[in-house]
């Protein structure tokens, strides 16, 4: 009898043991479940959906959050409330956020160039903050101003609490939303696009890598935008691809880890260059509502500077930097231009580098 009570006995217990393992794995953060996956396509200069795959889903977007705080500083910058090689005091908030930083100081000051840079290039943390405070007057603030915005272009779906896309409840967007910023973030301000394809650049002394570095290096065309991660976000990426007279931007959530990120992206994109004409007709991107609802939140104004080259001669050179600047564009595909986007263009302190050695962001 215990010759065959022996071995059900041991099985037993070696399945308890089993199972206790298992229970205390699926606790841990290591196993915790994976992310949800969700995919937009879109071909960036009509707009028109191309793929989607729980595309509207609200989600955590992690920092692509950094793309509409660029976006804010940016149109500051254009609008004369900054300057880029402005130094602005940090403060202990921004010194204090977590990984991935730069490593700002209190007290000290920083370029806006700079902080442009490093939120652009290295996803910093400790730079996104500081860009929203000298944009905003404060992170709640910028919040305010960045669901604002959001809600002109019409990304619905997205609410901001935090300029740089740490976890935080209510934080949340879509891909659909994010591949809209990605757009608006090249229509509306081209001369600056160059940042999001740089590997590498230069902030505060030192080199810095590029987080989007696998896939710019891989993909062919590949120029932008911005990556994210946070555990409760996976891995994200809204990407942009130019071939020839086509461009496609291409978004995902949700990912595995950031090789699997570039290999998802890269496959909507490859889907995207399928499904889209080589040639069409142009339609920049539009507000909602013609009423400046981001303005409500916004800083009084400082004192502006002298209108600058980009002013003088933006109307000429710069058709679409500027949205609100534009008279409504049909949403006719026989619309008259039929050329590809704009691209982006190197920039000075001032503008766009017209017969002068650039300098940029």
């Known amino acids: 009898m215990m010759f065959w009570t022996g071995p059900w006995r041991f099985a037993r217990l070696a399945m308890a043991a089993l199972a206790m393992i298992a229970g205390l794995l699926a606790t841990t953060p290591e196993t915790a479940k994976a992310a949800p996956y969700a995919a937009f396509v879109m071909d960036a200069r009509t707009g028109e959906v191309l793929h989607t795959s729980n595309a509207d889903r609200r989600l955590h977007p992690a920092s692509l959050t950094k793309m509409m705080t660029l976006y804010l500083a940016i149109e500051a910058v254009k609008e004369g409330r900054l300057s880029l090689d402005q130094k602005v005091r940090v403060s202990s908030r921004a010194a204090k956020q977590p990984p991935s930083k730069i490593g700002l100081r209190a007290g000290s000051r920083v370029s806006i160039r700079n902080l442009m840079r490093a939120a652009a290039v290295k996803s910093a943390n400790d730079a996104a903050v500081a860009l929203a405070e000298a944009t905003a007057g404060s992170v709640e603030n910028w919040a305010r101003m960045a669901t604002a915005r959001a809600h002109s272009m019409g990304m619905s779906n997205t609410t901001f609490k935090n300029p740089h896309g740490l976890t935080q409840s209510g934080h949340l967007s879509t891909a659909r939303d994010m591949s809209v910023l990605g757009r608006r973030l090249f229509f509306d301000h081209p001369e600056y696009y160059n940042l999001f394809a740089r590997k590498k650049t230069t902030a505060m002394g030192r080199t810095i890598h590029a987080t989007n570095r696998r896939l710019l290096g891989s993909y062919r065309g590949a120029d932008g935008i911005k990556t994210g991660y946070t555990r409760a976000a996976g891995f994200n990426l809204v990407a942009s691809a130019h071939r020839g007279q086509q461009h496609v931007i291409a978004t995902v959530f949700g990912a595995r880890s950031s090789a699997d990120r570039t290999q998802k992206v890269s496959v909507l994109l490859d889907k995207g260059f ?61 619309a008259p231009s039929r050329a590809a986007t704009p691209r982006a263009r190197p920039v000075t302190e001032i503008g766009f580098a017209i017969n002068m050695p650039p300098r940029r962001p």
């Not at 303005?295 to 000429?316: E, I, K, M, W």
């Open 274 to 334: 399928a499904r889209s004409p080589t040639r069409t007709a142009v339609i920049p991107p539009r507000n909602v509502s013609h009423t400046q609802v981001a303005r409500a939140a916004t800083p009084p104004t400082r004192p502006q500077a002298p209108q600058s080259l980009l002013d003088r001669v933006g109307a000429v050179i710069a058709p679409t930097a500027m949205a609100s600047e534009r008279p409504a564009v049909s949403s006719s595909r026989h």
